[in-house]
């Protein structure tokens, strides 16, 4: 595949791309590639950014939401965000090494809840929103309700917008993520 986005440096962005760069770097100590990617089009790092602010109010403690990020970018077998969020999740989160494995694998995952949510949020992803029955019904039997069923279309509306910009850019994972590199 061919690269089709290039980063865009704090030195060559337009103004707006500038400014919302410098916050990245203030909240996050460096631009990860994905965020310099995104500054090709100031509307679309901001509203990345926003979906990104939104998602960590929503009901799901920091480890569903997580859950949520990194089912939506292994289904949509994205490396780059799969590896970001397998550190976050492990380093910010809480989230033991055996549910991220699970997550990974794709297999069940030992507590139950997070296992309705990951196999909910596959589907979703999966049926582009057409969910089988029998999954939102086990979704519900879980304890979630119909708020967490729009915030999980949240996090993949959040992570679908990274997960094809990286496609198209072949992102280069960052230092900080690459020891959570992962290949489907």
């Not at 992570?159 to 992102?171: G, M, V």
Request: hydrophobic share 45%; glycine share 4%; net charge neutral.
């Amino acid at each position: 595949m061919m690269k089709h986005l290039e980063k865009i440096s704090k030195n060559n962005a337009k103004s707006e791309s500038l400014v919302l760069l410098e916050q990245v770097q203030e909240k996050y100590c460096f631009i990860p590639n994905l965020m310099s990617t995104f500054a090709n089009s100031p509307v679309t790092l901001k509203a990345y950014l926003a979906l990104a602010d939104l998602m960590g109010k929503t009901s799901f403690t920091s480890e569903e939401q997580q859950a949520i990020l990194l089912a939506t970018s292994v289904e949509n077998n994205c490396e780059y965000c799969v590896a970001a969020h397998s550190m976050i999740a492990l380093k910010m989160a809480g989230m033991k090494s055996e549910t991220l494995e699970s997550i990974l694998k794709g297999s069940k995952i030992s507590n139950s809840k997070i296992d309705a949510l990951v196999k909910f949020t596959r589907g979703v992803v999966k049926s582009r929103g057409f969910v089988d029955d029998l999954l939102v019904k086990e979704f519900l039997a879980a304890g979630y309700g119909q708020q967490q069923i729009l915030e999980v279309v949240l996090g993949v509306a959040m992570k679908t917008l990274s997960n094809y910009t990286n496609h198209l850019a072949e992102t280069e994972i960052d230092v900080p993520f690459k020891e959570f590199s992962w290949i489907k």
